[in-house]
C-alpha cells in the first residue's frame, strides 16, 4: 500500500453514486483493499460495512468544509446518482463554486491518505462491529397480574446507512404452550419479524425509520407483555454483549406481593442465575414495595439487574 495507490482509490470512490454502487470488489481500489484487510471471503456488504467506517472514523479529523465536502462526495452523507449532483448539492450548502471545491477535494484526499497511512486498520477491527452500537441499555418491568416490560435503547450509527438492527433476549420461565408474550415498537422502530430462538428466547428485527449518517443517535423503546407475572423467573438483568457505556434496571412491584424481598445483581455471571427457589436470598435483601431502580457501569458477559424471592399476590 502506497500514498500514491491510495490517493487513487480515494478518488475513485467518487464515480456514480459513490460508496453505494454495487458490485463493490469490482470498484473498490487494491490499496483500500489491503487498508480495510480485506480477504476473498468477505462479501460485497461486509466491504461496503467496512469502507464506510474507516472513511467515517478518518474524516472526523478533516476540518469541517473538507469533512463535509469529502463525505458528500462519496455518498457517506449524501445519495445522489450522481457525482456532478452531489458537488452541487456541496456548493450550494458551503457557498462555493464547483470549480473550488473540486480543488478542495484533492486536498482533503490526500489528508485521508496520510490518515489511513498513519494509522492502518488492523483486519479485525472494522469485521467484529455492526453498523450500530447502543449508548444505552433501560429495563423497566411492571409487576402486577400480567408483567410489562419497556426496553429502552439510544442507537447509535457507526457507519452511513445502518437501517437495520436486531434484538436478542430470553424471557426464563415462559416455555412452549405458554400464552405467548406481545412485542410493541413504542419508539424509533418497526418490528419486522418476532422469531423464536428456543425455548426462552426471542429475536426481535427491527428497522430505523431511515438510513442514519455516522454518529447519529435515535432513541428506541420497545414493549414486551407477559400475561402471567407469576410465570417469570425471579430476576430481570440486562448482560450486554458490546460495550455500553450505561444501563439501568427498574421493578415496580407496587404493593400487590407482601413479604417478597428484592436484591441487586451487579455484574454475576449469568449461569449463577436460577429459578425460584434456588437462589440465595443475601442478608441485604429488602423488601419489595414500590419502585425499585438500579444504575450500572456494566462490562461485558456479566449480569446487572434486580432479584425477587417470590411473587404471591395479595389475597384478593
Keep these: 500500500m502506497d500514498r500514491e495507490g491510495l490517493l487513487g482509490d480515494l478518488k475513485a470512490l467518487h464515480h456514480g453514486r459513490g460508496l453505494r454502487r454495487a458490485g463493490v470488489r469490482g470498484w473498490l481500489g487494491p490499496d483500500l483493499l489491503e487498508a ?41 452523507d449524501v445519495d445522489l446518482p450522481r457525482l456532478e449532483d452531489r458537488m452541487e448539492r456541496a456548493a450550494g450548502g458551503m457557498d462555493r463554486s464547483v470549480r473550488v471545491l473540486r480543488r478542495r477535494l484533492r486536498e482533503a484526499e490526500v489528508l485521508m491518505a496520510d490518515a489511513i497511512l498513519h494509522q492502518r486498520a488492523s483486519t479485525n477491527e472494522w469485521w467484529d462491529a455492526q453498523g450500530w452500537q447502543w449508548l444505552g441499555l433501560d429495563a423497566s418491568l411492571v409487576l402486577r397480574d400480567d408483567a410489562v416490560m419497556s426496553l429502552r435503547h439510544e442507537v447509535l450509527a457507526l457507519t452511513a446507512q445502518p437501517k437495520y ?61 407477559v400475561p402471567r407475572a407469576s410465570a417469570l423467573q425471579p430476576y430481570v438483568v440486562l448482560a450486554p454483549l458490546r460495550e455500553t457505556p450505561h444501563a439501568r434496571v427498574e421493578v415496580d412491584f407496587g404493593d400487590s406481593f407482601p413479604g417478597t424481598s428484592y436484591w441487586v445483581l451487579d455484574g454475576v455471571l449469568p449461569t449463577d442465575l436460577g429459578p425460584v427457589g434456588t437462589m440465595p436470598v443475601p442478608r441485604d435483601a429488602k423488601p419489595a414495595v414500590g419502585r425499585v431502580t438500579c444504575d450500572f457501569t456494566p462490562r461485558v458477559g456479566l449480569a446487572y439487574g434486580i432479584a425477587w424471592d417470590q411473587l404471591e399476590p395479595k389475597p384478593a
Excluded: K
Excluded at 471471503?41 to 467515517?56: F, I, K, P
Excluded at 469541517?64 to 458528500?72: A, I
Design 165 to 225: 438492527a436486531s434484538l436478542m433476549f430470553t424471557i426464563p420461565g415462559i416455555l412452549p404452550g405458554d400464552e405467548e408474550p406481545t412485542f410493541e415498537a413504542l419508539l424509533g422502530f418497526t418490528i419486522l419479524q418476532v422469531e423464536r430462538t428456543g425455548p426462552t428466547g426471542w429475536r426481535l428485527s427491527l428497522e430505523l425509520p431511515r438510513d442514519l449518517g455516522p454518529g447519529e443517535a435515535v432513541d428506541t423503546v420497545i414493549r414486551i407483555r
Design 36 to 76: 480495510l484487510g480485506a480477504t476473498p471471503q468477505h462479501s460485497d456488504a461486509e466491504l461496503r460495512v467496512a469502507l464506510a467506517r474507516l472513511l467515517a472514523r478518518h474524516t472526523q479529523a478533516l476540518p469541517r468544509d473538507l469533512r463535509e465536502l469529502f463525505r458528500t462526495a462519496v455518498g457517506l
